[in-house]
C-alpha cells in the first residue's frame, strides 16, 4: 500500500486522482476545505492547507511520514490579457501554480521515503515553444515557472533516488475550464497515473502529455 498525497483533492482532476488509487493506497487529501464528494471517499483528509500559506503547508508536512507519492496539482485559471492586465491575479497564479508546488515538495520532502516520486500537474501553456496563440500571461508564466521547479527538484533530489515528472492533464472538463474540454476528469487521471506509474530515475524531469507524448520545453 504506498502512502499518496494529493494538493487540490477535493474537486476536479485532484479528486478523480485520489478516486483512481483510493481502493489500495492509503491516499492524503491535502485540501482548503474537503468537498462531499472527498469526504465520501473516505479518503484522509487534511483541510486547512493553502498551498500559498507557508505555515498551514508546514503543519500540513508536519502531519506526515513515509510519502511515496506526492501529487502537485493545485492550481489556479485567471484571464490576463495585454490590453487587460490583472496584476493581481497574474500574482494569485504565481503563487499558486508556480510557488506552491514548490512550497509543498520542500516543506515535504523529508518526509518522501527515499526513492519516492514527486509530480506536478503543469499545463502545455508554460510551454514556451508550443505558445503560438499568446496572452494568459499570468497563467502561462506560472507554469512556467514550475517547469523550472520541477527540473530543479529532479536534479536536487535524484541522489535520494526521488523522481520529479510534469504532466499536462489535456483539456479537462472541470471547474477551471468552466466544464469545456476534450475529456472527463476521471479519464484525465488515469492517463496521469499512468505517466506517474512510469516516472523514474532515467526519465525524471520530463515533461509529458498525459498521453504520453513528450512536450517541449
Ligand atoms: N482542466 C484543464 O483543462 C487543465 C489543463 C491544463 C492544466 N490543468 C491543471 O490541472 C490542475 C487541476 O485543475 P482542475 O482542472 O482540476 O481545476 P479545478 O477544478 O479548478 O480545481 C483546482 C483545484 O486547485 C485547488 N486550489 C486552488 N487554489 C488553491 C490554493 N491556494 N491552495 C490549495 N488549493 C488550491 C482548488 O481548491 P478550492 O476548491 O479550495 O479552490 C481545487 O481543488 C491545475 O494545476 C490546473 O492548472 C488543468
Same mark, same amino acid.
Given at each position: ?16 486522482? +485520489? ?95 527515499? $526513492? ?28 512556467? +515557472? ?11 533530489? +535524484? ?10 492533464? $489535456? ?47
Amino acid at each position: 500500500m504506498f502512502r499518496i498525497v494529493i494538493t487540490g483533492a477535493n474537486r476536479g482532476i485532484g479528486l478523480e486522482l +485520489a478516486r483512481a488509487r483510493h481502493e489500495h493506497n492509503d491516499i492524503v487529501a491535502l485540501v482548503r476545505e474537503p468537498s462531499d464528494e472527498l469526504r465520501a471517499l473516505g479518503a484522509r483528509i487534511i483541510d486547512g492547507v493553502d498551498v500559498t500559506d507557508q505555515a498551514s503547508v508546514e503543519a500540513a508536512a508536519a502531519e506526515l511520514e513515509d510519502v511515496d507519492v506526492l501529487i502537485n496539482n493545485a492550481g489556479l485559471l485567471r484571464s490576463s490579457s495585454l490590453a487587460h492586465l490583472d496584476w493581481p491575479s497574474i500574482e494569485a497564479q504565481m503563487q499558486v501554480d508556480a510557488f506552491g508546488p514548490l512550497r509543498v515538495s520542500a516543506a515535504l520532502a523529508p518526509k518522501i521515503k527515499d $526513492g519516492g516520486k514527486i509530480a506536478i500537474v503543469t499545463s502545455r501553456m508554460g510551454s514556451l515553444a508550443d505558445n503560438t496563440s499568446g496572452g494568459a500571461y499570468g497563467y502561462r508564466m506560472s507554469k512556467c +515557472a514550475v517547469n523550472m521547479v520541477a527540473v530543479s527538484l529532479s536534479r536536487d533530489l +535524484a541522489s535520494r533516488g526521488i523522481s520529479v515528472g510534469l504532466v499536462h492533464p $489535456g483539456f479537462v472538463r472541470t471547474q477551471m475550464t468552466g466544464g469545456n474540454g476534450h475529456i472527463d476528469p476521471d479519464a484525465a487521471a488515469a492517463m496521469i497515473w499512468e505517466r506517474i506509474d512510469e516516472l523514474d530515475l532515467e526519465n525524471t524531469g520530463t515533461f509529458w502529455h498525459a498521453n504520453g507524448e513528450v512536450l517541449p520545453w
